[in-house]
């Protein structure tokens, strides 16, 4: 019988590590059997994989809730405020720029092999793209829509799409025909 042991993982990262650990392990201990069959320990990584990716959007369903919550308590989720938050959003928006645009600057500097500048952290990147979803949220829940069906029925309309990426920048195939 083979010992069970129960770890803590943070994010799918840190499992997909852990579970390449564990192979290289069972590689290790299994070198003499020629017939090893590796379609069971793959199975196993696609539903950890599965059970994460689930536990990630169940936890993207707590934090959407938690910013809901939080903007009940501080009265913001009225309909006669979806004005004022959309301009909230867009002033996060800017924030957002501010920010990426010094990432970017560090980032150049950094590749350029300046030695006096560390590579930017990122952190503060971060925190702007999260105020901007959080303004997002709270205009959802003034309008009484669902930020998940949103993102869901984009998803639906982009994934039909057909085009190409000219310079960074997604082109649809009907914009690239009328350039011609």
Known sequence: MEDK????????????????RFWEHRKTKLR?????????????IVKIEAMVEFMEVEGM???????????????LIHKQNANKQ????????????TEF??????????EKGRDLVEPYIT?????EFGDILVTLIILAADLDISPYECLK???????KREGKTVNGLFVKAEDLMEER
């Open 153 to 159: 029925m984009a998803y639906e309309k982009i994934s």
């Open 61 to 75: 369903d707590n934090l959407v809730e938690k910013v809901r919550d939080w903007g009940r308590d501080k009265d």
């Open 32 to 44: 003499g059997d020629k017939d090893i069959d590796y379609r069971d320990f793959f199975k196993l």
């Open 101 to 110: 645009d010094l990432h970017m600057v560090y980032n150049e500097l950094y």
């Open 5 to 20: 042991v129960l770890v803590k993982v943070k994010d799918l990262e840190e499992l997909k590590s852990l579970c390449s």
């Open 86 to 97: 959309f301009m909230k959003f867009i002033e996060e928006v800017f924030e957002f720029k």
């Open 123 to 127: 952190d503060d990147l971060k925190l």
